[in-house]
């Protein structure tokens, strides 16, 4: 297990530490140095945050309520375009916010605003020139022939990105990572299903587990990061 307990006065070293934990999971990073994971967590995270928030979707919104079974928030495919909510699993995220005392970090209705926001990115990083930028960024070297060289997939690098474009977009006070690490432990998620937001090709992935039990996750300070007053979602036109 990644280091268990980020110290709550560091906020963004303890989202990063989760970042690291999804890449880290990853049954293809089960032997990667942490050095590294730690170095895309941080590439992806600051790709997603800079992702325009104007750019549109244009994949239609479906709204279903069977998403506590599955585990989902949110999914999105690309046959065709289409990005499904599932309500009674941000009604119960809604609830856990207040629960655990993190309503100054997830206003009411930012779950919803967050997964499709998250939903949102995907659909940009479906786009071959968007999933080429992201590459880039990562610099992951698959093969390298003299100067020439081809760049790598890194798995479950998109999601770090989306979790960020929702952290942002939305202006939120901590990751969407966090609340679904605290939604996955509320649940009582068996190890074999995926996190709440998930892009549905990867739905094997492995859950973000909490880095520490619930009565010592992090509490909103005074001091800490406040979200704006009324999460913005993304335009869809």
Not at 25 to 33: I, L, N, Q
Request: aromatic fraction near 6%.
């Amino acid at each position: 297990m990644l280091a268990a307990a980020v110290s709550a006065a560091d906020p963004a070293a303890y989202d990063l530490s989760l970042a690291v934990r999804l890449l880290a999971t990853t049954p293809t990073h089960d032997k990667r140095d942490p050095a590294e994971l730690r170095q895309w967590a941080l590439a992806a995270d600051a790709f997603g945050a800079a992702l325009d928030p104007g750019l549109p979707c244009r994949a239609r919104i479906v709204e279903r309520r069977d998403g506590l079974q599955q585990l989902l928030l949110a999914r999105y495919t690309s046959r065709p375009a289409t990005v499904e909510l599932y309500t009674d699993t941000i009604d119960r995220a809604e609830s856990l916010i207040d629960e655990l005392g993190w309503r100054s970090w997830y206003p009411v209705g930012s779950v919803r605003a967050a997964a499709l926001a998250h939903e949102t990115a995907h659909a940009l990083l479906h786009r071959k020139a968007m999933r080429t930028a992201l590459k880039e960024a990562l610099g992951h070297i698959a093969l390298r022939l003299g100067r020439f060289r081809v760049l790598g997939h890194v798995a479950g690098a998109e999601e770090v990105a989306a979790h960020a474009y929702a952290r942002t977009v939305c202006g939120l006070g901590r990751s969407p990572l966090l609340l679904t690490a605290a939604l996955a432990a509320a649940v009582d998620t068996p190890e074999d299903r995926g996190d709440p937001w998930v892009l549905s090709s990867c739905s094997s992935w492995r859950p973000v587990s909490p880095p520490c039990s619930p009565a010592n996750y992090p509490r909103p300070s005074r001091s800490s990061c406040s979200p704006s007053s009324s999460p913005s979602s993304p335009a869809h036109p």
